[in-house]
């Protein structure tokens, strides 16, 4: 029995190449985050990672990937140790990484397998591309929901919030965006190792001229592929170049809406050195700022959003919080959406978003649905507690998720009109299936509320805008990114910043926000673009190891 066993199966990196370009790749794969923001790293360091692990022997393919996922996470996640120290970066960086391994080990099993499919260059080329970029996206999918809900965090869209290529996601969510990146890095790749592999191939082919007849896989693999890389890389960058032209997707303007957005620059870090009532000051001083500046330029407010935490601990049973809030709500006209820890009456405990005006309590309310494992709640307390008690007990509310829409009705401006808003707290703007209830539930406009202070200057708020750009793109919806510290912006449905303040500085920004109504092909098709590419990812997986098994069987039978 005779199958297409090209020796170019085994053209790999050696084990001592293949552990420093991964380490490499992951690092360049970094510098495109927003610190250095150099984000053409991104396709050379992703092309790194792959070419580490192409074709790789698993135990090889699994140090690259554990190297790749180490020289990515850890220097993006250094944040994580300003306050909290190494432990939970390294948890984190370790669980991350983790994730890279695995991968590693799939794109491997897969690339070595697909390279004995009997087709032509050009095709086998193709289903290998695809297969790769398929994995790709089927990691990013399964960082997002394991352990404890996942953290699809440094996804390969995000780094491409700023670039011409943002438009994309409009049309294929965030999964499809980092498909068509992985991919246009796999197809250079693949036609390296083709080449290279049919150029061993033609060598052994000649070799051996005493051979009564080469295998039939030899001989098609004698042909070396016509296309050089750089050729490939050359129209690569065409196609991404056609397709950064590609216009943000459109959906239909209703109205607008003039928005401030308070940032107090509170100390609201977990360390901070404060008294009760000191956020929620520093919130209604500098919403007071604004507003007497607005009246006395003739300017109207409609809405007034302050950041996730502004209102501190339990603001409808904080009496002289209440009145204080009414009356600012009262004198401006505009209602003040707001975030309030809220302790329920069964005991359990809400990170949540509230609408005050100046009669008080609106009676609206949002429940953040994506708590943070280790942070807003401690999964298996008393296992991890054995481990490092000092830093688990810095957790000591365990807040439930959220089960209510995430958009709710907000009545705005002097007429009471009302609007529905989608609320996004911190984290949960990361999450694809937020954005998806949102525009489901009819938001019209994004309130992204969130609390940076535990990270001082570091880079995370400006990662965490990033993707709220993103998702502003995505969503076709306004969103107003408003942190108690900074990084805070209104980003306008194609990308845009509409008014943005500088980190750690108390100040409004005021902006007319469209409202918009109608779903971009994104949230109608994301989730079916998404299986698509993971489906391609598993059957390249399947499809490889059975050949790279039915190879072996073939070649156990000749010997």
Not at 132 to 138: F, P, Q, S, Y
Not at 471 to 486: F, H, L, P, W
Not at 517 to 537: D, Q
């Amino acid at each position: 029995m005779r199958i297409l066993i090209g020796a170019g199966v085994a053209v790999r990196l050696r084990f001592w190449a293949a552990i420093p370009l991964a380490a490499l790749g992951g690092w360049l794969l970094g510098l495109a985050t927003p610190q250095l923001a150099w984000w053409p790293m991104l396709f050379v360091g992703v092309a790194f990672v792959l070419a580490s692990v192409w074709r790789q022997r698993l135990g090889v393919a699994a140090l690259a990937g554990a190297a790749a996922g180490a020289g990515f996470w850890f220097p993006v996640l250094s944040w994580l140790t300003l306050y909290l120290g190494p432990v939970p970066w390294l948890g984190l960086g370790v669980v991350m990484a983790a994730w890279y391994l695995l991968m590693g080990l799939a794109i491997a099993a897969a690339t070595r397998g697909l390279a004995l499919l009997p087709a032509r260059p050009w095709l086998r080329i193709s289903v290998v591309a695809l297969a790769v970029a398929g994995l790709w996206t089927l990691r990013e999918q399964l960082q997002g929901f394991v352990p404890y809900g996942g953290f699809p965090w440094g996804r390969l869209a995000h780094f491409v919030a700023e670039t011409p290529l943002a438009s994309l996601v409009s049309w294929l969510g965030f999964s499809g965006l980092s498909a068509v990146i992985a991919l246009a890095c796999a197809v250079p790749v693949a036609v390296l190792f083709e080449r290279l592999g049919a150029k061993r191939a033609s060598a052994e082919a000649s070799e051996a001229p005493e051979r009564e007849s080469a295998p039939a896989g030899l001989v098609s693999r004698a042909r070396v592929v016509a296309i050089p890389t750089a050729f490939a890389v050359l129209g690569t960058a065409l196609a991404l170049a056609l397709l950064a032209v590609v216009p943000v997707a459109p959906v239909e303007r209703t109205g607008s809406l003039r928005v401030v957005a308070v940032q107090g620059n509170a100390k609201a870090g977990i360390f901070d050195d404060r008294e009760s009532g000191d956020v929620l000051r520093a919130h209604l001083d500098a919403t007071q700022q604004v507003v007497d500046r607005l009246r006395a330029e003739g300017e109207r407010v409609d809405v007034i959003v302050w950041p996730e935490n502004s209102a501190e601990f339990n603001l409808p049973r904080n009496p002289l919080a209440e009145v204080q809030i009414a009356a600012l709500a009262r004198e401006t006209g505009a209602p003040i959406v707001l975030g309030s820890v809220l302790q329920d009456p069964d005991g359990s405990y809400t990170n949540s978003s509230l609408v005050w005006t100046g009669e008080g309590d609106a009676g609206v309310r949002y429940d953040k649905m994506h708590p943070v494992p280790f942070a807003e709640y401690m999964p298996n307390r008393e296992f991890f507690r054995a481990l490092a008690p000092d830093l688990v007990d810095l957790v000591q509310l365990d807040y439930r998720t959220g089960t209510r829409s995430p958009a709710i009705e907000v009545p705005v401006g002097e007429t009471a009109e009302r609007i529905r808003a989608g609320i996004a707290i911190c984290f949960d703007i990361i999450f694809d299936d937020q954005a998806e209830r949102m525009v489901d539930d009819g938001a019209q406009v994004i309130f992204a509320q969130t609390n940076n202070a535990d990270f001082g200057r570091t880079a995370e708020s400006a990662q965490q805008l990033q993707i709220a750009r993103l998702r502003a793109i995505e969503t076709g919806r306004a969103v107003v990114n408003i942190s108690t510290v900074g990084t805070s912006a209104i980003v306008a449905p194609d990308g845009r910043d509409l008014a943005r303040l500088e980190p750690f500085t108390a100040d409004a920004m005021v902006a007319d926000v469209p409202l918009m109504r109608g779903e971009t092909p994104a949230i109608r098709f994301g989730a079916w673009i998404c299986g698509v590419w993971i489906a391609l990812g598993a059957a390249g997986l399947v499809g490889g190891s059975a050949l790279s098994i039915l190879a072996r069987r073939c070649a156990r039978e000749g010997a």
